[in-house]
């Protein structure tokens, strides 16, 4: 596979502070980038509405500690040291990947590179200060936003008007990208975050608000998509081409690198997987062209969020590490390194992929939950054996709250806040677990917002983390490191409670009961509503799987029959998992090639997708109950607490 692995030698930002320097004028601590704004915005005549939307699409007002991003960009504004390509490797190792750039047609296919209208040496000259400044300074970076954007406006002959409108052509030009698409998505979001309003805190703990200009409006749609390759599947204000994967024989035994199918006529299209590359896009675009490595279906460029399609949605790709999760599923791999976020994982990419992914799960029918929509870490392994080496990305610093803000299905509390069933959501900016390994083994990651809640064996915050025994068949202990999602949960995963004790919640976790903190004050999971599965009265435990596969005599004479391969865990009488999906058994013989898609085998044999700890699993139907929880006022407190919740 080729996104993230267990190493612990990859990336991380140097952590130079950005520095707001000392306030003689009354402007609270927290509150000095918002005067900033207001100040920039005022000295070089942009409407500060537009002067913020801009830099929120650019950082979402962060200031990265002084890091550059991929693309070399610093700051609010993002402004980009043309002589800085690329963000720097800090690791000892490099992923398994092809070292080279991508051949000529790659190139071609991957347009929107960046052209720098941002350049921050002349932002520099602009306002008369060292380039240093305007890479550690966040006053004066937002300075030099202004006065690219009053630059900009004047050379394409506007005036410098109050009226947010007139800035929508400087506006599209500010992100620096030779594709239209690309830039006319920019200057539409930014006018819909004008339009909207936005607040947060930073990640410099600068609280900013932009309050809504209901006025203010994107343009229409761009139509430009029609020009686009006939192989591509993306909504029309997408900028995305194509560069294809190859279906092809290898030897006698063996082919690559992907499948062919007919989905979904053969088969229900039911997950989009979410990936982060943990290479450059370069070195991606070569591998994905190459037979005898794995495949996805799109790839996410992070400097501006452009998409590549690789392979049709009705062709399955080997992007899971689950040949059963492949036939079922989209992979999209993101540009990134899971440690390294604030340099990949940018606003545009978040934008451009939510977009893609919106597109899809209404196309197929995909539920945007945390059980449809999840990332490569979140991805059950088929079988025993194969747990250790399932992959991690894209880690605890993806923000799901805010992904799934994007894609139009907010993250949220439906049931009070004692139901039998919880959803974690951290705060993600503020919400900051100590990792290690971001730069080498042991050596503590920078603080960082994140999406992951740590798990533990009794309500202490000494006491020893929950252990996943087949990630570690050897006995070794969970730890902190950013790779290891032994103790851990995500944003927007649902789970059973099993307890609670002041400011503790204990959910079922692997068989086991894991306490997480979660004070009433400032909680890191709120009620939810649903159904949970339970062993059926008389059965002390039942079995869980990493696929569900059809009975036994499904298969057609001919088909090779896959060996059953219970997990190592047990669910136990009296505990109870979360479902959102009830399915059948199917099984695709994948052992030769055809020129043709190979029939997909479907039993009878129902199954319950569950969230059984990280990652996902299922039982059989026939083993369990269905435990429901009603949503709002109805929730009740937990089972063996007085709870309400109903059996069917």
Not at 12 to 22: C, T, Y
Not at 65 to 87: F, N
Not at 247 to 268: F, M, V
Not at 554 to 572: C, D, F, H, I, K
């Amino acid at each position: 596979m080729v996104c993230a692995t267990a190493s612990t030698a990859l990336m991380a930002p140097l952590l130079i502070p950005l520095l707001s320097g000392p306030s003689d004028d009354g402007v609270a601590a927290d509150r000095r980038l918002q005067n900033d704004f207001t100040t920039a915005a005022d000295e070089y005549r942009v409407p500060r509405s537009v002067l913020m939307g801009v830099s929120y699409l650019q950082s979402r007002w962060d200031s990265h500690p002084g890091a550059p991003s991929v693309s070399g960009g610093y700051g609010p504004m993002h402004l980009v040291d043309v002589h800085q390509s690329q963000a720097p490797y800090h690791g000892t190792a490099r992923p398994r990947v092809v070292a080279a750039g991508p051949p000529p047609s790659a190139q071609a296919s991957a347009p929107g590179g960046p052209l720098h209208p941002t350049d921050l040496r002349k932002a520099a000259r602009l306002i008369g200060v060292p380039e240093e400044r305007l890479r550690t300074d966040s006053s004066d970076n937002v300075r030099g936003g202004a006065a690219l954007l009053a630059a900009a406006q004047r050379k394409l002959g506007k005036p410098l008007s109050a009226n947010p409108a007139d800035w929508w052509e400087a506006v599209s030009e500010f992100p620096g990208t030779d594709d239209d698409e690309a830039a006319a998505t920019f200057a539409n979001d930014v006018f819909t975050v004008i339009r909207s309003g936005a607040h947060r805190t930073t990640d410099a703990g600068q609280r900013v608000t932009l309050p809504a200009s209901p006025d203010v409006r994107p343009h229409a749609a761009s139509t430009a998509g029609a020009k686009r390759p006939k192989d591509v599947e993306c909504p029309k204000e997408l900028s995305c081409s194509w560069l294809s994967a190859p279906y092809t024989e290898i030897d006698d035994e063996s082919y690559g690198n992907h499948d062919l199918a007919d989905r979904p006529k053969d088969q229900k299209i039911d997950y989009i997987v979410i990936h982060d590359t943990e290479a450059p896009l370069t070195s991606m675009l070569q591998t994905v062209q190459d037979p005898e490595e794995a495949s996805w279906h799109y790839s996410v460029r992070s400097s501006d969020g452009h998409v590549i399609q690789h392979i049709k949605t009705k062709d399955a790709a080997w992007h899971s590490g689950s040949q059963f999760v492949n036939g079922r599923s989209i992979g999209i791999e993101h540009e990134g390194f899971l440690a390294q976020p604030d340099a990949w994982y940018t606003e545009q990419m978040y934008r451009s992929s939510a977009r893609l992914v919106r597109y899809l799960a209404k196309k197929y029918h995909v539920p945007l939950d945390r059980q449809h929509i999840f990332g490569h870490d979140n991805v059950p392994a088929p079988t025993a054996d194969s747990i250790p080496d399932m992959h991690d990305d894209p880690g605890p610093y993806w923000d799901w709250r805010h992904y799934f803000d994007l894609l139009g299905a907010p993250l949220k509390a439906t049931a009070g806040p004692d139901s039998d069933m919880v959803m974690v959501l951290p705060d993600f900016d503020s919400h900051r677990p100590r990792f290690t390994g971001c730069t080498e083994d042991g050596a503590a990651c920078a603080p960082h917002g994140s999406s992951a809640v740590r798990l533990h064996t009794a309500p202490a915050d000494d006491a020893p983390l929950i252990q996943d025994p087949g990630r570690r068949p050897d006995g070794d202990d969970s730890t902190e490191d950013v790779n290891d999602l032994g103790s851990r949960v995500s944003a927007g995963q649902t789970y059973a409670v099993a307890d609670r004790s002041g400011d503790w919640t204990a959910i079922w976790y692997l068989g086991n009961k894991a306490w997480f903190r979660n004070p009433g004050n400032h909680p890191t999971a709120v009620g939810a509503s649903g159904q949970m599965v339970t062993p059926k009265e008389g059965l002390s435990e039942v079995e869980v799987f990493g696929r569900a596969l059809p009975e036994d005599d499904a298969y057609p004479e001919g088909v090779p029959e896959p060996q059953e391969s219970p997990l190592p865990y047990t669910l136990r009488a009296g505990q109870r998992y979360v479902t959102q999906s009830r399915l059948v058994g199917s099984y695709v013989d994948r052992s030769t090639f055809e020129d043709k898609p190979s029939p997909v085998v479907k039993g009878q044999e129902a199954y319950y997708e569950i969230q059984f700890g990280h990652r996902l699993a299922y039982v059989r139907a026939s083993d369990v109950d269905v435990v429901k929880v009603k949503s709002q006022t109805q929730a009740g407190p937990p089972s063996g607490h007085g709870g309400r919740s109903a059996k069917h």
